[in-house]
């Protein structure tokens, strides 16, 4: 029995809006310590090393846009490889024990067990279910919004996602 049925499209949007969720949490952190060491040493008024510190920052930062645009592009190249088209259309299924993530244009199938998801954000226009091995889900809140499904759907998940520690949804 299918409880929620979705059809997708993920393309350039749909990643460049998604792709946020996985930057790893200790990059997150290194860069939180070296803004720290730059507002100790401008308080301290040693600039020289507060000039050294925000130019690491903007390195990371740069090579953090730089991998983000690279894997976008990497991921739309190899759908346009595999499909001919650079957009993955999907059907989503919430099923008794799993997921099912139907591949519209080649046919292909998976099912992921909802055991395997460790995540769960919400994007401006999404919510994605993330698991261990970064594999996700999406699902346009569009449309859940239109049936006024929003809070049906996420109680669902709780239910189902019995592994999710990490739930991270946009209050009113």
């Known amino acids: 029995m299918s409880y929620f049925e979705f059809e997708s499209t993920i393309n350039k949007a749909t990643l460049n809006e998604v792709l946020w969720l996985f930057i790893p949490q200790a990059l997150k952190i290194f860069l939180a310590i070296v803004l720290f060491s730059v507002v100790v040493s401008a308080i301290w008024g040693d600039f020289s090393n507060a000039v050294a510190f925000l130019a690491l920052i903007m390195f990371f930062v740069l090579l953090t846009l730089f991998m983000h645009k690279r ?45 395997t998801y460790v995540r769960f954000e919400e994007t401006k226009n999404f919510y994605v279910l993330i698991t261990k091995a970064n594999q996700f889900v999406v699902v346009k809140k569009e449309v859940l919004t239109q049936e006024g499904k929003n809070e049906d759907f996420i109680h669902f998940l709780r239910a189902k996602c019995t592994k999710v520690r990490k739930w991270r949804i946009k209050r009113k």
């Open 71 to 115: 894997n976008i592009k990497t991921l739309l190249q190899r759908q346009q490889e595999n499909e001919g088209t650079s957009e993955l259309n999907i059907a989503v299924s919430f099923l008794d024990e799993s997921i099912k993530i139907h591949n519209i244009h080649s046919g292909g199938e998976i099912y992921i067990s909802y055991d």
